[in-house]
């Protein structure tokens, strides 16, 4: 029995997240952290960061995170590995390391089989160990549409916790990875991809961000978080509003996968760009020579196990480009700047 796994779900990866402007409705009186008298929770959801805080001593602190979703890919060993390696970025976002987890699995058993979702758990703990921690339960249900994800958790010592609100003014951004997996994935349940770039798009959907744990030890890192469903645009926007600045980006600095734009050409966009991009461009101001239609499939494209969003300080830019460049990381150039804030949070130039 020959199993494509998208044609048995309406949306894919974190193309599958509500839209920020959704969630900030639901969420509206449901906010939680330290801010609202729980001293010991360092980061709940008032900062819409990675993952939840909680401090256990005077220098430990454990990282707590949930991430699921609908397949992105047709092979169950691999959307297994990739819901796993989405799942534990949240920790690295945070310069955490991860200690174990649990499997979240909802599963159709009535059109598919239970051995196409032992499968998909094989990929995980394949990805699990990658990361050096196990799946030590979890929970199951049969449910409408194969969902799959897990709750991770980790430690941190709290002077190299990392959050995704506290950038400084002139503080350099970087992304460890290229845009665009979320149009790729479009194309593959299109049966539009080329087989090269269904490689490509699994070899990126696939890589931890292991590199986390380490810049979470490096000073000048002042704020870092993972690029996922809300697309850059969105991840950015939550970066700076919360650090009250704005950021100056160059489009041509930002990394994309380069076949790309032959799929955007045939039109293969996620549904969750469109309000990805409504949610988010009241606080874009785009300068001349930015090619707009382009800028607005892109830059709110839903990435899935996207790169680290990295605001660090010039003076420590050479030791991160470091750390990336030994875990492999190609990406390591700077693509803006963090500077005071202005009447737009997020300003692209050419």
């Known amino acids: 029995m020959d199993i494509k796994l998208t044609e048995y779900s309406k ?20 906010n939680v952290g330290a801010k609202n008298k729980v001293p010991q929770l360092l980061v709940g959801n008032d900062s819409r960061d990675d993952a939840a805080v909680y401090q256990l001593d005077e220098k430990t602190a454990m ?127 299109r049966k539009l991809l080329t087989e090269e770039d269904l490689q490509i798009l699994v070899a990126q959907l696939t890589t931890i961000n292991k590199a986390g ?10 704020a870092m978080t993972d690029v996922t469903g809300f697309g850059l645009l969105g991840h950015l926007t939550e970066m700076m509003q919360g650090s009250n600045l704005s950021a100056e980006i160059s489009y041509a600095k930002i990394p994309i996968i380069p076949s790309v734009r032959n799929y955007i050409a045939q039109k293969t966009i996620p549904g969750a760009t ?37 605001a660090v300080a010039p003076e420590a830019l050479t030791e991160v480009q470091q750390v990336l460049k030994e875990a492999g990381i190609n990406y390591t150039n700077p693509i803006g700047v963090c500077t005071t804030a202005k009447s737009k949070r997020i300003i692209i130039q050419k």
């Not at 509500?18 to 509206?28: G, K």
């Not at 744990?213 to 002042?222: A, M, P, Q, W």
């Not at 409504?278 to 607005?296: F, H, K, P, R, T």
Request: glycine share 12%; hydrophobic share 45%.
């Open 11 to 30: 949306g894919g990866g974190c193309g599958c997240k509500i839209s920020p402007a959704v969630l900030s409705e639901i969420l509206a009186a449901h």
């Open 63 to 189: 990282i707590s995170t949930t991430d699921f979703f609908m397949p992105i890919v047709d092979d169950p060993f691999s959307f297994g590995q990739i819901a796993a390696a989405n799942a534990i970025s949240d920790v690295y976002a945070m310069g955490g390391k991860p200690i174990f987890a649990l499997a979240v699995l909802g599963w159709p058993l009535a059109t598919l089989p239970a051995s196409v979702a032992a499968q998909v758990m094989e990929g995980a703990r394949k990805t699990c160990a990658d990361a050096g921690i196990v799946i030590a339960g979890g929970h199951s249900i049969d449910s409408q549409d194969p969902i799959f994800g897990l709750v991770v958790n980790g430690i941190i010592d709290i002077k190299n916790l990392k959050q995704n609100d506290t950038a400084k003014e002139g503080d350099l951004l970087l992304l460890t990875k290229p845009l665009g997996v979320g149009i790729m994935a479009t194309a593959q349940k």
């Open 213 to 222: 744990e380490s810049l979470g030890k490096i000073e000048g890192v002042n």
């Open 274 to 310: 469109a309000r990805n991009w409504q949610s988010n461009e009241q606080g874009l101001l785009l300068g001349e020579g930015v090619d707009e239609i382009e800028a607005s499939i892109l830059l709110p494209d839903p990435q899935t196990n996207g790169g680290l969003l990295i």
